[in-house]
C-alpha cells in the first residue's frame, strides 16, 4: 500500500562520485609494489627475493674482477720477448686467463639466476596488481562509471599493469646494478690505482645522475601532456567506436574524423616537444660522460709516464671505464622509463585508492530473504540537480506486483537504483524483509532481485553465454528452458550457430526485441525473489509482447514484482498501480479505482487509449 504524505524536507549531499584518480605519492607507491612483490607470509616469494640480491652482488662482484684479470694477463704478456721468462710468463697468463674466464662465466650464471628469481615474484606482482585495479572498478559507485571516459580507464589499467614490469625489471636489472657497480668499481680503483680514480668516477656519475634526474623532472610535463593526448585520443576512438550506429544515423563521420584528428593532432604536438626537449637532455649527458673519461684516461697516462703505473694497469683502468660507461650511458633512459612507470602507477593505483559512494558496513550480515517485502520509507534522493524523491513511501507486499507510472525524469528508474544500492537514499530508508539494505551486504541484495532493464547491454560474446550470465552454474538444459519461456528459442534455433552465435559489441547484431528477450531470459534463469521490469517489453512488437508478458506474469506468480511501466496496457492486472509526479506518489490503487478517480492516471490512459503516445513514453497532464 502506499502513502501519499509528503513533507518539504532538505536533501542530502549529491551522491555523485569523483571521477578524479587520489594521488598517491612515490613513498606509497614504493611501499605497494613492494607488498606486491613481497607479501606479508608469503615466505617463499621473499626468499626468492633475498636470494635475488644475493646473486645481484655476485653478478657484480664478478663483473669487478674481470678487469683485474684482465690487466695482469697483459702485463704478464710483458716478459715474452725474454727467453728466460717465457715458461714463467705463459703459466701466468694461463692462470690469469683461467681467472678471467671463471669471473666471466660466474658473472652470466649469475645474472641468469637473478633473472630467474626475478620472474616468478614479478610476473605474479603484475598479474595481482592488475586483477585488483580491475576488480576495484567493479567496486566503486554507479556515479564514478557515468562520470568516467572507458578508453582512458582501461588505457590507465594496460598502462599501469606494463608499468610495473618495467619498472621492476629495470629497477632490478639496470639502476640497482648500476648502483652496486659503482661502488665496487669505486673501491678497486681506490685501492689498486689511488683515491683520484674513484673520486672523478664516483663524481662522474652522480653529476650525470643529477643532471638526468633534473633535466628529466624538467620533461615531466612534456611526457604528462603526451600522456594525456593519447588517452584523450583513445577516449575518442573507443566513445566514436561504441556510438557508430548514432554515427550513421546522422551522416557524422567527418565530424568524428575531424575530432579525432584533433586528439592526433595535439598529441602530435605534445609528442615533437618531448622529442625536442629529449635532444638537449642527450647533448648535455654526452658531454658529461666525456669530460669524465678524459679526465681519468690522462691521469691513467700520467701515472705510466711516472711509471706507477704499468700497461696492464693502464688496460684495467680503461676496461673499468668501458665496462661502467656502458650500462651509464643507458641511465637516462633508464630514469625516463622508471619516472614514466612512476606516473603509469600513480594513475593505476590512484584508482585503487578512489572510494566507492556506496560501501557496506564492516562486518556487514547477508540479507535473511524471507518473503520478498519491499518498504520505501520517507525516501529523499536528489542527484544534485533538483530534487528527484521526496519523502517517498510505499510497501510492496510479498508475492504482489505493484507497478509504478508516471513523467519521464519523475524518479522511477532512480527507485530501481536505489533498491539495486547504486545509490543510496540521503534521507529516508529502504527495507526488503524489513532489513535496512544499507546495513546488509550489496552482492547479496543483488542477488535477490532478478532486474529486466529497459536498454540491453549484451557482451560481444554468444548469445547463450549472455543468457547464461543471469547464473554461472546454469546448464546448457537451463538456458534452453528459459529462453522458451522468452519465446526467443525459435530465433535462436533458426541461427547456422544456434546458441554460439555471437551478439557483436553490446549486442549490435541483434534487433531491440530480440536483445530485450535475451535480458528477460537471464533474468529467469537468475532465479530471483524479487522481480524488477523496466519496461520490459518496450522493443517487441504487440503480439510478442503479450506472449512474453503472459510468460512473465507465470514467472513471477507468488514473486515480489516491482514493474516500471510507460505503456499502461502492460500493467492493467497488477495488484497496485502507483502514479508518480515530481518525485511523490500522487494517486494509488488498482487500474480500475485509478480510473475511477478521473485523475492523472485516467488521463493517461485516455491519452493512450486515443493513439497520441510519444515513443512509449507518455507525459502527464499537468496538475
Known amino acids: 500500500m502506499a502513502n501519499t504524505s509528503a513533507s518539504n524536507s532538505s536533501n542530502g549531499k549529491s551522491s555523485k562520485g569523483n571521477s578524479n584518480n587520489a594521488s598517491v605519492t612515490v613513498f606509497e607507491l614504493i611501499k605497494i609494489v613492494f607488498e606486491y612483490i613481497a607479501p606479508r ?158 673520486v672523478i668516477t664516483f663524481l662522474t656519475v652522480v653529476t650525470y645522475s643529477y643532471f638526468t634526474i633534473k633535466t628529466t623532472e624538467w620533461r615531466i610535463k612534456f611526457r604528462r601532456r603526451m600522456n594525456e593526448a593519447d588517452e584523450f585520443a583513445a577516449t575518442k576512438t573507443v566513445d566514436s567506436l561504441l556510438n557508430y550506429e548514432t554515427v550513421k544515423y546522422f551522416n557524422a563521420e567527418k565530424s568524428e574524423s575531424d575530432n579525432y584528428y584533433t586528439a592526433l593532432r595535439l598529441y602530435e604536438n605534445a609528442f615533437i616537444s618531448s622529442r625536442t626537449s629529449l635532444t638537449i637532455v642527450n647533448i648535455g649527458q654526452g658531454l658529461i660522460v666525456a669530460l669524465g673519461l678524459v679526465a681519468l684516461l690522462v691521469i691513467s697516462g700520467r701515472e705510466i709516464v711516472q711509471g706507477s703505473m704499468s700497461v696492464g694497469d693502464f688496460v684495467a683502468v680503461h676496461t673499468y671505464i668501458i665496462q661502467l660507461a656502458m650500462p651509464l650511458q643507458y641511465l637516462g633512459w633508464t630514469y625516463r622509463e622508471v619516472r614514466q612507470s612512476v606516473i603509469d602507477l600513480e594513475r593505476m593505483f590512484g584508482l585503487l585508492k578512489q572510494k566507492p559512494d556506496v560501501k557496506d558496513e564492516v562486518d556487514a550480515p547477508a540479507l535473511n530473504l524471507k518473503r520478498g517485502e519491499i518498504r520505501f520509507e520517507n525516501v529523499s534522493f536528489s542527484y544534485g540537480r533538483g530534487t528527484i524523491l521526496n519523502d517517498l513511501n510505499f510497501v510492496v507486499q510479498p508475492g504482489h506486483r505493484v507497478a509504478l507510472v508516471g513523467q519521464s525524469g519523475g524518479g522511477k528508474s532512480t527507485i530501481s537504483r536505489l533498491l539495486f544500492r547504486f545509490y543510496d537514499p540521503q534521507k529516508g530508508r529502504i527495507l526488503i524483509d524489513g532489513q535496512d539494505i544499507r546495513q546488509v551486504r550489496q552482492d547479496t541484495v543483488r542477488a535477490a532481485i532478478g532486474m529486466v532493464p529497459q536498454d540491453t547491454v549484451m557482451f560481444n560474446a554468444s548469445i547463450g553465454y549472455n543468457i547464461g550470465y543471469g547464473r554461472a552454474s546454469a546448464t546448457k538444459e537451463d538456458v534452453e528452458r528459459v529462453s522458451k519461456l522468452a519465446a526467443i528459442d525459435s530465433f535462436i534455433e533458426s541461427l547456422p550457430d544456434g546458441y554460439e552465435t555471437l551478439v557483436g559489441e553490446r549486442g549490435l547484431k541483434l534487433s531491440g526485441g530480440e536483445k530485450q528477450r535475451v535480458a528477460i531470459a537471464r533474468a529467469i534463469l537468475k532465479q530471483p525473489t524479487i522481480f524488477l521490469f523496466d519496461e520490459a517489453t518496450s522493443a517487441l512488437d504487440s503480439r510478442t509482447e503479450r506472449e512474453i508478458q503472459t510468460a512473465l506474469n507465470d514467472i513471477s506468480l507468488n514473486q515480489t514484482t516491482l514493474v516500471i511501466a510507460h505503456r499502461l496496457s502492460t500493467i492493467i492486472d497488477a495488484d497496485m498501480i502507483l502514479v508518480l509526479n515530481h518525485g511523490q506518489i500522487k494517486e494509488f490503487g488498482t487500474h480500475q479505482e485509478l480510473l475511477a478517480l478521473e485523475g492523472l492516471y485516467a488521463a493517461m490512459w485516455k491519452r493512450q487509449s486515443s493513439g497520441f503516445q510519444d515513443g512509449g513514453n507518455t507525459e502527464m497532464l499537468p496538475e
Open 41 to 198: 607470509g608469503n615466505n617463499n616469494l621473499r626468499l626468492r627475493l633475498a636470494g635475488l640480491i644475493v646473486a645481484l652482488i655476485l653478478s657484480k662482484l664478478c663483473a669487478a674482477v674481470i678487469p683485474i684479470f684482465y690487466g695482469a694477463a697483459v702485463d704478464a704478456l710483458a716478459p715474452l720477448n725474454s727467453e728466460s721468462g717465457i715458461y714463467f710468463s705463459m703459466s701466468l697468463l694461463m692462470l690469469l686467463i683461467g681467472g678471467y674466464a671463471l669471473a666471466r662465466v660466474g658473472e652470466t650464471i649469475f645474472s641468469e639466476l637473478k633473472e630467474f628469481l626475478f620472474i616468478k615474484f614479478a610476473s605474479k606482482a603484475v598479474r595481482i596488481a592488475a586483477l585488483n585495479a580491475f576488480e576495484h572498478l567493479h567496486k566503486l559507485s554507479l556515479q564514478f562509471h557515468l562520470d568516467r571516459q572507458t578508453g582512458g580507464t582501461s588505457r590507465s589499467i594496460d598502462r599501469g599493469a606494463k608499468a610495473m614490469t618495467l619498472l621492476l625489471s629495470t629497477g632490478i636489472f639496470e639502476v640497482v646494478p648500476l648502483i652496486v657497480e659503482l661502488f665496487f668499481i669505486c673501491g678497486v680503483l681506490w685501492v689498486l690505482f689511488g683515491y683520484e680514480f674513484a
